[in-house]
């Protein structure tokens, strides 16, 4: 009988702090290095959060093996809504797939709260690959098999896997080079030492413009405003190629309904100050928000996407 009071008194306290949530900081981890596009979203996410309920939401950096450590950590916290996570394709949508002992399920482990934004990628060469569209580069690949290199953020990033998935589209082999995070990546694509990547369109336009890379094409189904010049894969002669990266927020599993209602009110509210839409809008990411349901439906959408290029690419964590 005690323990059965104790048990209806733990829940009944649980429910009210529940109702009274937040009473305290919000971290949201961030499971990526400092200043990658993960990173980017999630202070930005932050900020619009913080902006809405009574206390400070803390970004945590916890990087490692394409997302799945910080990621992991999540799913293993207290699902009261204290501890938060950035999701993205390379965490909940590629990881089930390229990581054969992966610690978590990207689906069953998480609650999902909402989709923020989603964003194409370009693809850029360093100006010394003698291929000035992408018609001419994916000639030059094909002439070349296994000559030449395609940089990554890491095995099973979003940066990563598009690559696979050009090499099946385009009939070439174009060897994968996995880095610690895109910034490294992209340095030693600026150098030479690689040939290729798929990176931010946001991040690329400068690089573009400084010809320190050269843009062959953007992933989406319409050309970017950042970069109309740029034409889409599709116009550019690969067809049917389309890739939009995105970013949500997600808790553990087992937040309660309560919680949930509140952030996703809360961001949607944030996400439509014309500011914040400004600022996403200049970094090349479309706003989304939308509810928790459409936010899972997409999620376990995305996992088989990803899942069937995995299995087709052959496509392994280096």
């Not at 964003?119 to 850029?124: M, R, T």
Request: hydrophobic letters at 40%; aromatic letters at 8%; proline letters at 8%.
């Amino acid at each position: 009988m005690k323990f059965l009071l104790f048990v209806i008194s733990f829940f009944a306290s649980y429910s009210a702090l529940a109702q009274n949530y937040p009473t305290r900081p919000v971290t949201l981890v961030v499971p990526a290095p400092a200043g990658g596009p993960t990173d980017i979203i999630g202070r930005q996410a932050a900020h619009v959060l913080t902006g809405q309920i009574s206390y400070n939401v803390i970004v945590e950096n916890r990087g490692g093996a394409g997302n799945t450590l910080g990621t992991d950590f999540v799913a293993r916290a207290k699902p009261d809504g204290y501890t938060l996570v950035v999701g993205s394709p390379s965490s909940h949508a590629i990881a089930p797939s390229i990581y054969p002992k992966l610690p978590y399920d990207p689906v069953k482990d998480f609650t999902p709260i909402i989709m923020l934004v989603t964003a194409p990628l370009a693809l850029v060469t360093h100006p010394s690959v003698p291929a000035k569209n992408l018609k001419e580069f994916i000639a030059l690949a094909k002439s070349k098999p296994g000559q030449l290199n395609f940089g990554s953020g890491g095995s099973g990033t979003t940066s990563h896997l598009t690559g696979e998935y050009f090499n099946l589209a385009a009939g070439t082999k174009i060897v994968h080079v996995p880095y610690k995070g895109s910034g490294p990546a992209t340095t030693d694509l600026m150098t030479g030492q690689i040939q290729m990547m798929f990176i931010g369109v946001h991040s690329s336009i400068p690089l573009m413009q400084a010809k320190k890379l050269r843009g062959l094409g953007v992933t989406s189904t319409n050309r970017s405003p950042l970069i109309k010049d740029l034409p889409t894969m599709d116009e550019a002669g690969l067809k049917g190629f389309v890739v939009n990266t995105w970013y949500g927020i997600l808790g553990p599993a087992g937040l309660p309904k309560n919680i949930v209602t509140t952030l996703n009110d809360a961001f949607t509210k944030g996400m439509r100050d014309p500011a914040m839409r400004q600022r996403f809008a200049d970094q090349g990411f479309d706003i989304t928000t939308g509810t928790p349901e459409q936010f899972g439906k997409d999620l376990a959408r995305e996992v088989e996407t990803w899942g069937k290029v995995v299995k087709q690419a052959g496509a392994k964590a280096d």
